[in-house]
């Protein structure tokens, strides 16, 4: 049977696998009563159209006080009044006629550096003919100025610069460098029961102000090209195992 590759589906798998789902944020598919029962749960949800790709069509939204709400959406932002109208404002504004689904997720305090919003995406990959599962490469994506997305990203740097100059506790690089290889290979080995042809997994992670680990998504069609700016061999090694 194929396996839908929707961003509902890939979360409810990974949600299967007890050690990934503390790493998972708070998710919910997108109805009217589920994002109002997310707004009453979290100060800031993102709704995320389930085949979106690229940070397109993300919204973020923001409790300012119990009545006002700001719709965050490219690098625009809107105010919303009353959370019963966002759904509709949604509906009639952004969500496109043709029938799009949607999850609802807790919004994940990513750490930052110079005020902007960063991410770290992982390669993870096996050869033809080997069930084995390796990081092959990783980086940090930095937001541009006023976008809540990575993806069009004002900087590609590496995982370790990325972390030694946002969090303040540094000892805990390592344990973080860590924890986000492993979650990485995990989340691999798990989809790998479903999706099973699949060689490649772009996983992308958070990392929060405190130095914890969030699953934000894994990508089943990774792009290649961001690790050419790292210039620490993972180009190369991505492409040596895409070859073989
Ligand atoms: N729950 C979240 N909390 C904080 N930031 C998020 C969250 N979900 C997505 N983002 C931001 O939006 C970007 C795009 O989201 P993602 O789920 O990867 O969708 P896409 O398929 O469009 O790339 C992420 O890389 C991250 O920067
Ligand atoms: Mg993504």
Known sequence: MRVSVGKWTKHKLMSKDERLSSYLP?????????????????NQVMVKPCFGYQGLGIIQISSLSDEDFELHIGHRKIIVNGKENIYDYLKENHFPKKR?????????PLATINNNPFDIRVMVQRKKNSLE???????????????????????IVSVEYAIGISLVNNEK???????????SLLIAGQLANSYT??????????IDVEGKVWIIEANLTPA?????????????????????
């Open 26 to 42: 708070d998710t919910q598919y997108l109805t009217r009563s589920s994002l109002n029962l997310m707004l009453d749960k979290y």
């Open 133 to 155: 599962w390796t990081v092959t490469g990783k980086l940090a994506k930095v937001a541009a100025n006023n976008f809540v997305v990575t993806n069009a990203a004002k900087a």
């Open 197 to 206: 042809n699949k060689r490649v997994y772009g996983i992308d992670l958070g």
């Open 100 to 108: 799009q689904r949607y999850i609802v997720q807790q919004r994940i």
């Open 224 to 244: 290649v090209s961001m690790f050419k700016f790292l210039n620490d061999g993972s180009y190369e090694t991505i492409n040596a195992y895409k070859r073989g």
């Open 173 to 183: 690089m390592k344990d973080i460098v860590s924890d986000l290889e492993e979650i």
